[in-house]
């Protein structure tokens, strides 16, 4: 599968990523590919599970950076939102939107896993 | 464009795809540097000291945070001169007002428009450089103003002196008279300072002015008829009051120079024109001040003009000794001066 492909599977913004990596397809291929690697969910998975807030809002933060950039608009939709009810102690929130955000990931770490390992 | 010392841009994000995707939009103007975090972006601020001409900064990072670095770069006074841009995906209100209360110079909100963040960061630095250059072209300008400004003044000067020599001639003098009139006002203004007598907390360029107007005090002359100004032997009194005329008619004179008000030497040469030939007691004239009346420098001008002339060779008159001269001044055989200022020139009689 190529990245161009992507929205086949995924709400995904791919104007606007593309354009925020240059048009460089095969950068932003190597980054969605990076993601699989990518260890901010898991720290994000611990500090959930600990309820540590700094913790939670820190790697939420981080993640909605990376997803926004990505173009993976529901993630990064997610991932704004814990950050905010962090902020504004709305801790019930937290364990919902993170399961949301769980299956979100989940979902992009498969199909992301189709795509033609970049530099092939 | 960047300055051509300036070419460097730094990146300080701890998320390497954040720092990817910057260096690909700058790369085709800047060399990239990138950092992970606020400590080792201040290193590099160091390291690449005056060649930086950006500075694009993450808020949230490890070790050193974004604003933890503007505060340190604060604090050690390191690249103040450098436009630093918050790039943040938390453009709260509370962020921003940090942000901008630290120095930045445009916070940019993730995920951005690579279009929109070149131009905005663009401007900022063409602004940066055309203040730079700027600043470079009038530093520049001003040494050249400076020059200008000395060939001007040493212009004047002479213009003075030739045209205060050329009366001197008239008198059948050397001219030598005028130069040493000249140093003896500048040696009492810069004693009578040391003393701190009031009114003479005067600049070094001040005293020059000073200096240079007292060449001026006998340009009246040249309205006087050579029978009365190169009588040998006494003049009548009615020959007399027509000498005095020269202080009023040498005023005169100055003040008909064009833009007179605009050149300090001209107010100085006016106030002693007319007034070198009064005296303390008043006695003096044209306007028979007394005391403070008349101002310090004509006072000193009246004095060094009396010195001069007591121990100069003159049609009517042979020199007298230094010390003779001294003596006559300071027992006020010559008409009274201001006693702080004869006992100024007792202090410096030796440098005569």
Excluded at chain 2, 145 to 164: C, F, M, P, Q
Aim: net charge negative; hydrophobic share 40%; charged share 30%.
């Amino acid at each position: 599968m190529k990245v161009c492909e992507l929205d086949q599977y995924l709400k995904v913004d791919l104007e606007g990523a593309l354009a925020r990596f240059m048009g460089r397809e095969d950068m932003y291929a190597r980054f969605l590919y990076k993601l699989q690697q990518d260890e901010t969910f898991q720290k994000l998975t611990e500090a959930v599970e600990s309820q540590t807030l700094s913790e939670i809002e820190r790697y939420a933060h981080t993640l909605k950076g990376v997803l926004g950039n990505l173009g993976l608009e529901e993630g990064y939709q997610t991932s704004s939102e814990l950050v905010q009810a962090v902020r504004e102690d709305h801790t019930e929130k937290i364990e919902p939107l993170y399961l949301v955000l769980k299956e979100q990931m989940q979902t992009y770490l498969n199909v992301i896993g189709m795509l033609e390992q970049p530099g092939q | 464009m960047a300055g051509t010392e300036k070419n460097y841009l730094l990146i300080v994000d701890d998320v390497e795809m954040n720092r990817a995707i910057l260096s690909s939009i700058f790369e085709d103007e800047y060399k990239i540097i990138e950092a992970e975090n606020g400590q080792e972006a201040l290193k590099m601020l160091e390291q690449y000291d005056g060649q930086i001409a950006a500075v694009l900064l993450d808020v949230v990072m490890p070790v050193m945070n974004g604003f933890e670095m503007l505060q340190s770069m604060k604090e050690h006074n390191i690249g103040q001169d450098i436009p630093v841009f918050l790039i943040t995906a938390d453009a709260s209100e509370k962020n921003m007002y940090e942000g901008y209360s630290l120095g930045v110079k445009d916070i940019i909100e993730k995920p951005f428009i690579p279009y929109f963040l070149k131009q905005r960061i663009r401007s900022v630095v063409d602004l940066y450089c055309t203040k730079e250059q700027l600043r470079e072209t009038v530093e520049h300008q001003a040494e050249i103003i400076e020059e200008k400004v000395k060939e001007v003044n040493a212009l004047s000067r002479n213009v003075i002196e030739t045209l205060a020599l050329a009366i001197e001639f008239r008198s059948g003098e050397t001219g030598q008279h005028i130069q040493n009139i000249y140093q003896l006002t500048r040696i009492l203004l810069r004693a009578l300072r040391e003393k701190g007598y009031p009114g003479c907390e005067l600049s070094d360029e001040q005293i020059e002015q000073i200096a240079t107007a007292s060449m001026m005090h006998d340009i009246g002359k040249i309205a006087i008829p050579d029978s009365i100004l190169n009588k040998p032997g006494r003049l009548t009194p009615e020959e007399y009051e027509e000498m005095k005329i020269h202080t009023l008619k040498g005023a005169e004179m100055i003040e008909r120079m064009p833009n007179v008000e605009q050149n300090p030497v001209f107010s100085y040469a006016y106030d002693i024109c007319r007034h070198h030939h009064e005296r303390w007691d008043g006695s003096g004239y044209p306007d028979h001040l007394a005391g403070e009346e008349n101002s310090i420098w004509a006072q000193i001008v009246a004095l060094a003009d009396v010195y001069d002339a007591l121990v100069s060779r003159r049609c009517y008159k042979e020199p007298f000794e230094k010390e003779k001269a001294v003596q006559m001044i300071s027992s006020g055989e010559c008409g009274m001066f201001n006693p702080e200022l004869v006992e100024v020139f007792l202090k410096i009689k030796e440098n005569l």
